[in-house]
């Protein structure tokens, strides 16, 4: 018994030498140092603020820094006032601004003074105002820069969820529909998501929309009749220029059979193609053509529509900056 006593107390005293030997060790150990997340400055807010107008196309003399003669706050010496151009909503420059300063200690409120006409912005830094802004419309200044009018081809080739992507954009885009049962029902979903559509002609038309080289003139002359009948629709007829039947001696009088139904075929060959593999050269293109392009000039481009799929971020940023995007009747682009 009094053995068992003696070993009890010899556990007990070796428990007690760990757990005080625990709390020596946490005592001594380095604690790592808080980290204090630096406040956002002024200055940093009024670069993301030009960053938000940037991203727009403000230009700098539209933009006014106004010192306070006297505006009672230490943290606030100055205002902005933005002027906008008459095309662009204050809603978009502020959702713009509001996603760059998406923290926590930040908070930007805004109070529209007059509809669509004036907008006053207050910036909030751990409760402090550190920054603010006017932004007022000039209805009769707007932002002039080239119409880009992108027509995809190809779109047939994309599974179901790619062409829905696409559609369903919020962009002007033209869709090339090859007359056949598939192309119906693009033509059906161009509708759906109203996004105008043009009839593709080349040397892949099967009955009853076949147009060969060789084929006999009544043949061509239903084939024709049922593509003007069944896409009357369209918005124009656009027409490979590399097919047989384009360089062939029939076109002629395919050309003319369309004119005679008040339909006119246009050459792909007019429109800039940019069928790069290269994201890169064909961005660098795209921009090149925008650039060089007087102000309100109708560029119009056959795109593929895989490549257009993936540079659609790129021309969102294009969208933003105030090129326009919008497909017109291709006898608008000569």
């Given at each position: ?31 790592p ?10 200055e ?78 207050d ?6 105002e550190?920054?603010k ?62 996004k ?9 038309l ?59 075929i ?7 193609k ?14 090149f ?46």
């Open positions: 018994m009094e053995l068992q006593k003696k070993i009890i107390a010899i556990l007990f005293g070796i428990a007690f030498v760990l757990i005080l030997t625990n709390v020596v060790i946490d005592n001594f150990k380095v604690k140092e808080k980290t204090v997340k630096e406040e956002v400055s002024t940093q807010l009024e670069k993301r603020l030009n960053k938000a107008l940037q991203t727009y196309g403000i230009k700098e003399y539209w933009v006014e820094k106004r010192n306070f003669k006297n505006s009672g706050s230490d943290s606030l010496k100055h205002r902005f006032l933005i002027t906008l151009p008459g095309d662009l909503p204050h809603i978009e420059v502020l959702r713009e601004f509001f996603i760059l300063n998406n923290e926590e200690d930040v908070n930007v409120v805004s109070h529209e003074i007059k509809v669509d006409l004036q907008t006053v912005v910036v909030y830094v751990n409760n402090v550190k920054l802004a006017t932004f007022t419309t000039k209805t009769d200044t707007l932002r002039n820069y080239p119409v880009l009018s992108f027509v995809l081809t190809g779109i047939e080739n994309l599974d179901e969820e790619a062409r829905e992507k696409i559609l369903s954009t919020p962009y002007d885009i033209g869709v090339s529909v090859i007359p056949s049962v598939e192309g119906d029902g693009i033509r059906e979903s161009c509708k759906l998501y109203s105008p559509f043009f009839v593709w002609l080349n040397d892949n099967e009955e009853p929309y076949l147009l060969e080289s060789d084929a006999l003139k009544s043949t061509l002359t239903k084939s024709i009749a049922n593509i003007t009948s069944n896409y009357s629709d369209a918005t124009g007829y656009i027409i490979d220029n590399n097919s047989e039947v384009f360089n062939s001696v029939i076109f002629s009088f395919l050309r003319d059979s369309f004119a005679g139904r008040n339909s006119v246009y050459s792909a060959s007019r429109y800039k940019l069928n790069s593999t290269s994201i890169e050269d064909l961005l660098s293109r795209i921009y053509y925008a650039r060089s392009a007087n102000p309100g000039e109708k560029k119009i481009f056959l795109i593929g529509a895989e490549n257009f799929l993936n540079i659609m971020e790129d021309i969102n940023k294009l969208r933003k900056y105030g090129y326009k995007l919008k497909v017109y009747p291709l006898k608008e682009y000569m």
